[in-house]
DNA sequence: TCCCGGCTCGTTAGCGCAAACATTCGCGTG
DNA sequence: CACGCGAATGTTTGCGCTAACGAGCCGGGA
């Protein structure tokens, strides 16, 4: 014996299907296909189990579903940190697509990240039966974690760098570091610094890329860039350090918080933008357009990386190998006016 | 018969307890007490058998137990739009503290919310035979659509209003509110605007209770304020709205988003912060220290929220009845630079 | 010596549902 | 009018686990 029996909230016992069964005069099984296979019941028959379904107010017990079928209808999400911005939209739009096609989405927060983290979360998620499994951890460590798992699990990376053993879904953050940098060079810029994201981060390092790509194709030179921590205060530590250097006209900052940080560091020491100095960001998050200038940045569309990321999940959990397979999405550069012709031109 | 076997990664079935117990050549039963109640059985025969769990890579599987069991260990929470900072705050500390007691936590996150949606979203839930629920939905009209829910359902509504039928662990927003506005008066402010959030949300009303109570409890009179909707673009609109009336020396925004909107519109406008006009934000997020200027805010504590969610929540499924108690957690004025005596004091 | 109590482990019996197979029913056909 | 065939419904079984109880074994005290 097992389970002392849950009691409904109005105190009595929670009907079950057998109970169903028994006030429509059918036996159990009929009662599972009208739940779950209506056409193949006589309409007469449907309404008459509809009707004690609604008159018991029963609803299917899911485990004992998952246990008889193997599905559990849940999708696991190993996110980093979801209070930013970037997991927390992708997360967010993973539950959207999830919701309208009946998933229900479980999900654990990382805060630290490190190989052990990973593997553990995706643990914590197959002990719950989950259906599949996503994983929005933007480092480039993540990838070695990914890679101790059994290469067939049903499991999609986003946000993942390149040598990941499953399909994933990203942002191309190389184009639209790009694109911003080209935008600056295209105004008249000598050069462009950079203030990187933390070096493990998978987009700070493609955003690194496409700016050194960006210069080196304009001929000019890109040295290592520094690098901060996303944060608004290493952004302004960093500007603390450029302020005073009247050769710098541009900055691109890796993400918007970052480029906030500048800017107040720029003002304080008396240099304007985009008078004096350009500044990119990254992101474009919802106050952007109200920084002092409103930021140029670059839009990452996550509402499109959650539901490319379903989709290409689902198709796993169908059985659909698409291994290695890798789907971006394309930034866009959004202007606003940070970014102006360099002063003397 | 049912559930086309699953299979190992690897390509072999899925170990089960029986396979567990063959090994280590006992019965399912101990197996069952090795993982559930250790000390129940001898050290020796418990090593025999988690080396052969360890041998078969075994874990248990939970709709089983929760069939058996009726207990899953997941938590369900309804949340408004985990984009934005508060609610994602909340979510992620519950999802911290549901963690370390070895719940998992599935989500379902709301774009809009009406009085259906929020029964959807905890139907959803009990679907997925949830033992405890968290709402996180500050909304006024959430507490119909709660209403409608039997009153022993396990759950707890977190920053709900009061006249709700289940405990509510909220921030206290009103004693949030006067601190701020008191905080402007000891400055030797005439009086204090207010821009209000949306009318339904909870956290918008005891803010604007806040407001008004400090103000009339100086003599000051508190008109109906506008109401923005957390924006910052609807800040910057009631900005330049203000900007030109040289009587308006100190606001208070009814969130940090909206802060920013208004600081732009009034250094377009030329007046000074703090030297004309002084603002005051709440919610502190991560950015306000780097608003131009830095912001004088009120700092919530979405941690101890969600702790203390997660604690009531764990009573009320061990059958502690605390029905319609209310937990409330203070927040804390943080001084900064937007704030000022006002000119020609 | 025998008996009793405690500890350890096994046996039985479901938890609620759905897959597979069995049965019944209705109806058109030869 | 018997037959057959498909559609509608029923019966059996088991998914993997654990609650409840029962059996075996040991040692200590009468």
Known sequence: MAAESPEAPDGRR?????????????????V????????????QTRARVM???????YRPNSAARVLATGRSGVLGVVSFDTTLYGPASTVFSIEQ??????????????SSLNRRSIGEGVERLRGQSVDGIMVVAPHESAADGLKELPADTPLVAVGAGADVPFPVVAVDHRAGAERAVRHLLSLGHESV?????PADWVDASGRTDGWRAALEAAGRSAPVPPAGDW????????GRQIA???EVTAVFAANDAMALGLLRALREAGREVPGDVSVVG???????????PPLTTVRQNFGEVGRRAFDLLLDRIGGVSAERSRRVVEPELVVRESTGVPRGT
Do not use: C, Q, W
């Not at 610094?193 to 994201?197: E, I, Q, W, Y």
């Open 14 to 30: 929670l009907a079950v299907m057998e109970d169903v069964a028994a006030m429509a005069g059918v036996s159990a099984m009929t």
């Open 51 to 57: 009707a004690a379904v609604r008159a018991l107010d």
């Open 282 to 292: 990254f992101d474009d998050v919802p106050e952007a357009a109200y920084f002092p």
């Open 231 to 238: 944060s608004a205060r290493s952004g302004y530590e960093y």
């Open 97 to 110: 697509a999830a919701r309208e096609h009946d998933y229900t989405v479980s999900i654990v927060s990382l």
């Open 193 to 197: 610094l950079h203030l990187a994201g």
């Open 32 to 43: 599972s296909r009208v739940l779950n296979a209506p056409e193949k019941v006589r309409p």
């Open 244 to 246: 005073a250097d009247p």
